[in-house]
């Protein structure tokens, strides 16, 4: 089965710091990929998703991911992080047999 | 819209007893998930379902059983709740084909 990991446990940044992410999969075959964040007592939301084409993926509030499938990573960047950004990152990645594993998760702190 | 929605939200149990979570979703969608979110974890996938009558095991799925009697909802159940059940639950649902996942709010589980 596919794995995922997020190389940062917790990240803190100032605002208008720029922002990148790890994430690295594990699994052989086709996968989408994907990108979630959990604000404080909210439940997931999806920033941004990957399943083909472009590599570079643009998604909500100025994220954007890269697939590299060299390096089976997809990392989450944002060039000026503002102090709404504070939440849980997940990474997520589904195969051919349609389950879905998360990373770990990486909590962003901004201070203001 | 409901979307995706959980009871309970909260919920105290005994070592021992036993309970459903309920997940419903009017989206009609095939597939639905059971996830545990326990602190530096991430999400972990308990069981699945790619459409109604069918289930089938994810990466931690002992001490769980699950149910898809209709496509709307899918049950979440312990026979004999223990200390190490307790978390947050999250239920997800998706269409076929290339599509993201829709959260739930959340069931929060302490088992005492």
């Known amino acids: 089965a596919q794995s995922v990991s997020q190389h940062n446990h917790h990240v803190i940044l100032s605002e208008a710091a720029s922002l990148e992410l790890g994430c690295n999969y594990s699994?052989?075959?086709?996968?989408?990929l994907f990108w979630y964040v959990q604000y404080p007592g909210q439940h997931l939301q999806l920033l941004l998703k990957?399943?083909?084409?472009?590599?570079l993926v643009k998604g909500i509030k100025g994220f954007e991911a890269e697939f590299i499938k060299s390096k089976f990573s997809f990392n989450l960047r944002k060039p000026s992080v503002q102090w709404s950004d504070t939440a849980e990152y997940f990474c997520?990645?589904?195969?051919?047999?349609?389950?879905?594993?998360f990373g770990a998760g990486t909590r962003l702190t901004v201070k203001p | 819209n409901a979307g995706v929605t959980q009871t309970p939200k909260f919920r105290v149990l005994k070592t021992g007893q036993s309970m459903t979570l309920l997940c419903a979703q009017d989206?009609?969608?095939?597939?639905m998930y059971w996830y545990r979110q326990d602190p530096g974890m991430g999400l972990r996938l308990i069981h699945y379902?790619?459409?109604?009558?069918?289930?089938a095991k994810g990466e931690v799925p002992d001490g769980y059983n699950v149910s898809r009697l209709k496509k709307q909802n899918f049950l979440l159940g312990l026979e004999s709740a223990a200390p190490s059940q307790t978390s947050v639950y999250f239920c997800?649902?998706?269409?076929?084909?290339?599509?993201?996942?829709?959260f739930g709010p959340g069931t929060r589980l302490l088992v005492l």
């Open positions: 997800a649902s998706r269409p076929g084909g290339l599509e993201t996942q829709y």
């Open positions: 699994y052989g075959g086709t996968v989408n």
């Open positions: 990957y399943f083909s084409g472009d590599p």
């Open positions: 997520a990645v589904t195969g051919w047999n349609n389950d879905m594993r």
């Open positions: 989206m009609n969608h095939e597939y």
């Open positions: 379902s790619v459409g109604e009558g069918t289930t």
